[in-house]
């Protein structure tokens, strides 16, 4: 089965799991799978309940909410990657971005090629330096970083290795989603308003993602960048 032939049953199948178990929606799912994982990228759902959130500022309901749905369907649509679609998922992440309101859904293979061997691309171990400096602001220096591109528009990076012995300790008192809250707010913030690029980037980024899988001490930041102008570093 081809990458767009997979790509396309994915994206189908959580159009249908939505409508199924919500009784709505995306308005547009998009796939892109590569020889490391598969992204979906889910935009607006549950539109007027989330908007309606956001403009009452009910973060904590916003939150609930989209936690509650996502991590839902999440174990259905994994086991339909796996056993139907025949990829290896071994781990998921997932994040929103409020300015659109989309979800982005990160699963990492069991072998992903990104973890075996390096894809250079122009100024790489500058935006590593770059990571590793912001990271050290909040946590430890990660103690292995790897990046790559999906398509044109996406750049994923991988950290591993971040976690001081306070979160760890966390963790293990199984504080997890707490955890993951506060970092998410903290890490993206400073991601956002300082981009690991030094200047090297001249098109928009219209979102970012964060996520953790806590019990592999890594995580995964998602960048994802504006169609509408075509020159970025990655040419």
């Given at each position: 089965m081809s990458n767009y032939t997979v790509s396309d049953t994915i994206r189908y199948k959580t159009l249908s799991l939505f409508a199924e178990h919500f009784g709505i929606s995306p308005a547009r799912v998009s796939v892109t799978v590569n020889d490391s994982c598969v992204i979906i990228c889910a935009e607006r759902f549950l539109q007027p309940i989330v908007e309606s959130m956001i403009h009452e500022?009910?973060?904590?309901?916003?939150?609930?909410?989209?936690?509650?749905?996502?991590?839902?369907?999440?174990?259905?649509?994994?086991?339909?990657?796996?056993n139907d679609c025949g990829l290896p998922v071994e781990t998921h992440a997932y994040d929103w971005n409020d300015d659109d309101l989309s979800c982005l859904i990160f699963m990492m293979f069991s072998e992903p090629a990104c973890l075996r061997e390096n894809e250079p691309y122009p100024e790489q171990n500058?935006?590593?330096?770059?990571?590793?400096?912001?990271?050290?602001?909040?946590?430890?220096?990660?103690?292995?970083?790897?990046?790559?591109?999906?398509?044109?528009?996406?750049?994923?990076?991988?950290?591993?290795?971040?976690?001081?012995?306070?979160?760890?300790?966390?963790?293990?008192?199984?504080?997890?989603?707490?955890?993951?809250?506060?970092?998410?707010?903290?890490?993206k913030k400073k991601f956002c308003e300082e981009p690991p690029f030094g200047g090297i980037a001249n098109r928009s980024v219209k979102g970012i993602y964060i996520d953790w899988i806590f019990p592999d001490d890594r995580s995964i930041l998602v960048y994802v960048f504006d169609k509408a102008q075509p020159k970025l570093f990655y040419d």
């Open positions: 500022a009910s973060q904590g309901a916003l939150q609930s909410t989209r936690e509650l749905m996502v991590g839902y369907l999440m174990p259905e649509l994994c086991r339909y990657i796996f500058k935006v590593h330096r770059n990571i590793a400096t912001l990271t050290y602001d909040f946590q430890r220096f990660p103690e292995k970083i790897y990046s790559f591109w999906m398509e044109r528009t996406m750049l994923v990076i991988v950290r591993d290795g971040t976690l001081t012995e306070v979160e760890k300790a966390l963790i293990e008192d199984e504080h997890c989603e707490v955890l993951r809250i506060s970092k998410r707010r903290v890490e």
